[in-house]
């Protein structure tokens, strides 16, 4: 038997003035566009901005539908949107922002598995790293150089 053992790093900054300009104003169209999302069951409403290397931003929100599991997270909504719309860009960073009108969300949060899936398909697919960072509605903002940080073991085609 042997062990394996993985380190994942990511850097902390206390708050979204502590970003340089640029993720600022990323994640600033984040948490306007989680303001839109539609999430009248679970109340937890989520923004994802995208930064492509051709300069354009896409933005992304949570959209449920009462035939769950119907519904789209806002990370899924941006990258497939960013796929469809300009499939040769490569993503460069993404900014994510949740917020609950129950609870405050002072912790950052990262994306869910289906949506850790989807970045890797993005991430494999342009052979090039995607910066991450992740808030709650207010806090700490937390940055992944890249989804391995986050999913170590990726299912990739190489397994099919």
Known sequence: MKQITITTKF???DSILDLEI???NLMREAIVVRKKAYAPYSKFKVGTALLLDNGIIILGSNQE???YPSGL???RVAIFQAGAIYPDAKILKMAITAASDDNPTTEPI???G??????AEYEIKQDTP???YFMGEIGAVYKSDSLKNLLPFMFDKKFL
């Open 11 to 13: 850097t902390v900054y």
């Open 22 to 24: 640029d993720i600022q």
């Open 65 to 67: 539908n009462a035939a």
């Open 73 to 75: 997270c806002a990370e």
């Open 110 to 112: 990262p994306p869910c």
């Open 114 to 119: 289906a949506c850790r899936q989807s970045i």
């Open 130 to 132: 995607i910066e991450i």
